[in-house]
């Protein structure tokens, strides 16, 4: 993405007043400042992000909408450049994003990048970012799900993989000549399976997956697309398009709060196993019982143990044994439900996770809720399920 001066005045950053009267400058700093959410969209070459992107930009109703490209693009509609400001200069500054990786030099600024970009131009409704083809989006997510003690004016809001109904078996079969497993973090050539490609790294870490060119394929071979990716990806939201036109951008592109949220009914989805169609990723789902308190933390160990040590605990019958078996998690979420009525959300990607509150759970003081045991949902490789369930289950009791 190239990074270039503009000329106009920094309008004031705006803030979530709800008051008219307030001017520009004034002082405003107890109010809380508008978060802007970022989409990351990505996509294998030639699947159909240009046209997604001009799309959004004919449909997108007045939204202010900024679209980051990590390359130069042709089309002239769209926002190529960001401004930054260093020193109190305005400078030239590039994000790679090449393969995946925002480059080492620039890797703390990527927010940065944006917010001062917000500062100059104005804070934009939404923002999308757009990977190159062969990016890892896994690279890119944890960068923008900032913690909210930070207090970043934006927030990753989800990632949306574009796949080429056309293509996307074989790519994910073959991968393509010139992308070996070394090319990625994750394909560490520890794995003697199946080979992971981009292809599968850009389904495994989606939030919504658009079959696009679907009017290249027959009913069949659309449904094997379709199958493939939730065998893959149990979680993501599928929709089928031709010219990447989806049916709204709402919800299905934007506004998709995949990092705040975990509804019961998509773990539920998640868990219907449409798993093992795929011989490198799979979903699995690892029944929670309605938890103590106090279980909380020997979960925050666990999860612990497996994203940041890639250990999976295991309990034998005298002592607890660990053992490493070769897996890596891309993506996870959950819901656990206390014996205390509230509920804790679980958010993940890669070795990045968080444990919420869930924002409603105080419901259950007004109106009693059955208690119904939770779920995690892993999506990953060399994830052996029944090992995996044996391990929770032993740490939580
Ligand atoms: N038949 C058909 N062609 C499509 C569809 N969507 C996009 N195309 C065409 O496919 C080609 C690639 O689309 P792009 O939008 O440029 O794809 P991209 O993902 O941006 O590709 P890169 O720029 O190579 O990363 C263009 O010629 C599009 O007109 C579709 O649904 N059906």
Known sequence: MSVGVEEEEAPPLLVATGDENIEPGSEVNDLPIV???ITIITG???AGKTTLMNYILTERHGKKIAVILNEFGDSVDIEKSL?????GQQVEEWLELANGCICCSVKD?????????MERRGAFDYILLETTGLADPGNIAPLFWVDEGLGSTIYLDGIVTLVDAKNILKSLDEGPPSVTPDDHKYGDGEHKGPELTTAHLQISHADVVV?????LVTEDELERVRERIQAINGLAKLHVTVRSQ???LESVLLDLHAYDSVGASELEFASRGHSHLDPTISTVTLPIPVLEVEKLEALDAWLRAVLWESTLPLATSSETAVTSPKFEIHRLKGRMQLTNGSVKLLQGVREVFELLDEADSSRGAGGY???VDGKIVLIGRGLEEEVFKESVRSAVG
Do not use: C, F, H, W
């Open 35 to 37: 978060k802007v959410p």
């Open 44 to 46: 294998y070459l030639g």
């Open 83 to 87: 401004t930054i400001s260093k020193d």
């Open 109 to 117: 600024s990527g927010v940065a990048a944006i917010e001062s970009l």
């Open 211 to 215: 079959i696009n060119k679907s009017d």
């Open 246 to 248: 989806v049916p709204q």
């Open 369 to 371: 809720r059955m208690p």
